[in-house]
């Protein structure tokens, strides 16, 4: 959904902007129905990336400044490369959970067993669920079981997990058809012509109040919208105020009609429609906006510009 890559430049963020961020979601933040001390997937705060693993020593001061801010259900999301053996993965989870991390969310599914050794994963589920218990969550548990089942000890390519396991455990993966997705995996979906998606409306998903996401460049990403930014997160008053669409006119077409922005596309910077087509809205809309950017800057509500650089 993010086009996260290797090839990505290291641009964490700062450690006062990260302050500054989390001082505004402090008292914002809705916990877990469970209470403040436990997690859920859609509740609470969740550090991620890319893998925020990544720089460890970071994401230990992110914890310790969501906990002095008093947010509630924090947990962080991970690929489970770092686990290459018990007293690591139990040393890394003991001092995040001592500095007030409540719980881990540990991504399973075909495409994080391409690149982490399944055994590193199931390592994570052992120790986390030692040291966290119910908050340490399989994302998703029909994959991990499955993996378990196939005897899966290190890394597996997609089509030797299709081959293996079949296209049925797809239907669990909640695989959402933007980002990197639309280009990489578009030949498991149907497609449809540019009309198809004419009258469709994004404006649900640019103003949805849960799941959201702030990225290391402090864009305020709505729900899974890669590459839109609402504006700056060190001034969420700007944003949650209101925003003047006469500054966004990308922004303005999304909210409107979908066919509103191909037509700008076509007239302003000579889109053209893709013979294949688009396996959905977010396909269209994606690839119309990768066009635009990578023929201008003007438009302040596409970004990161590295997103559109890391899509293939």
Known sequence: MYACSPRWKADWISEKDLEKVL????????????????????YGLHFTGGEPFLNFELLLKAVEMA??????????????????NDEVTREKFLELRDLGLNGVLISVNPFVVEHVPFDRIDRAVRIGREIFGWNALV??????????????R???????????????????????PMGRACYKLENLF???????????????????????????????????????????????????????????????FLVKDLKE?????????????????????????????????????EFKELKPREFYLHLE
């Not at 290190?154 to 959402?176: D, H, M, N, V």
Request: net charge negative.
């Open 67 to 84: 906990r002095e801010f008093g947010i509630p259900s924090v947990f962080v999301e991970t690929n489970c490369f770092w686990c290459v």
């Open 139 to 152: 994302y998703q548990e029909v994959f991990y079981k499955q993996f378990k089942m196939l005897g899966i």
């Open 190 to 252: 149907e497609k449809f012509p540019v009309k198809h998606f004419f009258g469709e409306s994004c404006k649900g998903s640019l103003t949805r109040g849960w799941h959201v996401h702030i990225d290391n460049y402090c864009n305020y990403i709505p729900g899974y919208c890669g590459g839109i930014s609402l504006g700056d997160a060190r001034n969420l008053d700007s944003i949650c105020g209101g925003i003047d669409l006469e500054e966004y006119p990308i922004l303005s």
């Open 23 to 42: 001082s505004q979601l402090s008292g914002l933040i809705q916990s877990s129905p469970l209470g403040a001390d436990n997690i859920g997937v859609n």
């Open 261 to 297: 922005l191909y037509e700008f596309a076509v007239k302003e910077f000579g889109y053209e429609e893709r013979e294949e087509g688009y396996i959905s809205k977010c396909h269209l809309c994606l690839d119309v906006r990768r066009h635009i950017v990578m023929q201008t800057d």
């Open 154 to 176: 290190g890394t597996l390519s997609f089509e030797e997990y299709l081959r293996r396991a079949g296209f049925s455990g797809l239907f669990f993966a909640e695989l959402l």
